[in-house]
Nanobody
Framework: QLQLVESGGGVVQPGGSLRLSCAAS????????IGWFRQAPGKEREGVSC????????DYADFVKGRFTIARDNAKNTVYLQMNSLTPEDTATYYC?????????????????WGQGTQVTVSS
């Protein structure tokens, strides 16, 4: 069974950091483009970052550029999202998703598999 599991969320103060993990079971993540999305209460889901299959090109939403970094660890079949300089506006449930598209995108169209999400709360 193909499954994605996110972890690493929590409560952090403004300016703090978290690293989210997206672990796959039942398939090899390297064959997929992986996206990170988030959804805050009352808001639409939005793309945060993504990494393309094989070549590993990355993309970031403007509101996280310079603060977030996406990376793969193929040996662990896991994709990470390092989040630094967090602000209260980053508070949301974060989801990872997998797509067979060669080049990743920040729109959720084309992503076939989704994790259950992990909550990130930035608050003093």
């Amino acid at each position: 069974q193909l499954q994605l599991v996110e972890s690493g969320g929590g409560v952090v103060q403004p300016g703090g950091s978290l690293r989210l993990s997206c672990a796959a079971s039942g398939f090899t993540l390297d064959y997929y483009s992986i996206g990170w999305f988030r959804q805050a209460p009352g808001k639409e889901r939005e793309g945060v970052s993504c990494i393309s299959r094989r070549a590993g090109s990355t993309d970031y939403a403007d509101f996280v550029k310079g603060r977030f970094t996406i990376a793969r660890d193929n040996a662990k079949n896991t994709v990470y999202l390092q989040m630094n300089s967090l602000t209260p506006e980053d508070t949301a449930t974060y989801y990872c998703a997998a797509s067979l598209q060669f080049t990743c995108g920040l729109r959720d169209r084309g992503y076939d598999y989704w994790g259950q999400g992990t909550q990130v709360t930035v608050s003093s």
